[in-house]
């Protein structure tokens, strides 16, 4: 089955623990993203990368780090985690940006709490 | 500064009704305009937009773009309590950055 999966889906954390959450996909896709979600803001960019070893930020990519060595996997690393990172974190991916395929396929979601 | 506001915030409405959603957006560099329905878990995809003038239609679901007046509309005919949802409103550039609007909530009631 073609999906993008999180993992874990749900964490609770302290302020300046280290934690990544993993993002893989097996469609072969070039483009991979990560978002952030809070009420009454939307998703949020925080990374994305359009291929292997290519990423770049999007808007909000304070206190977090992604990293792209292999096409199917995207990490977010969150170094020292904040409360104000307490969020609920989607991964995407789409085939390609550019040739008309930029619908993103979402993952399930990772319900992130920063005590 | 690149921005995408969705109007209304919320609405209700009764089912059978029509809704129209509205979605204007300053972005630089405009790529395609994308729609996503959320209930309460990811969203998925409706549509992707990319010329102006050239309606998408999915069943009930139909949307336009305007690139003149930068906004999109999407409307949904004959609502049932399935509609209700989260309707999200993207646009992309040409660098592979995605702007999401706050989305417009939609609750359908029977």
């Known amino acids: 089955e073609a999906q993008v999966t999180q993992n874990p889906r749900y964490l609770i954390t302290v302020t300046g623990k280290k934690l990544t959450v993993t993002c893989s996909q097996n469609m072969n896709h070039e483009y991979m993203s990560w978002y952030r979600q809070d009420p009454g803001l939307g998703l949020r960019q925080i990374y994305y990368?359009?291929?292997?070893?290519?990423?770049d930020k999007g808007d909000v990519p304070e206190g977090y780090k992604v990293s792209r060595k292999e096409k199917r996997n995207f990490p977010l690393i969150l170094e020292s985690p904040s409360p104000n990172q307490t969020s609920l974190y989607f991964c995407a991916s789409s085939p390609h940006p550019g040739q008309g395929k930029e619908t993103q396929y979402f993952g399930p979601g990772t319900r992130l709490l920063v005590l | 500064e690149d921005k995408v506001v969705q109007s209304p915030l919320s609405l209700v409405v009764h089912e059978g009704d029509t809704v129209t959603l509205n979605c204007s957006y300053e972005v630089t560099n405009f790529r395609s305009l994308l729609w996503y329905k959320q209930e309460k878990k990811a969203p998925t995809f409706l549509f992707m937009l990319?010329?102006?003038?050239i309606e998408k239609k999915s069943g009930r679901l139909s949307s336009i773009l305007d690139k003149k007046e930068l906004f999109s509309i999407l409307n949904i005919t004959a609502t049932q309590t399935g509609d209700s949802a989260v309707y999200l409103c993207a646009v992309s550039d040409s660098w592979g950055k995605f702007q999401f609007g706050a989305g417009t909530q939609v609750v359908v009631t029977p």
């Open positions: 990368s359009m291929n292997v070893e290519v990423t």
């Open positions: 990319t010329s102006s003038g």
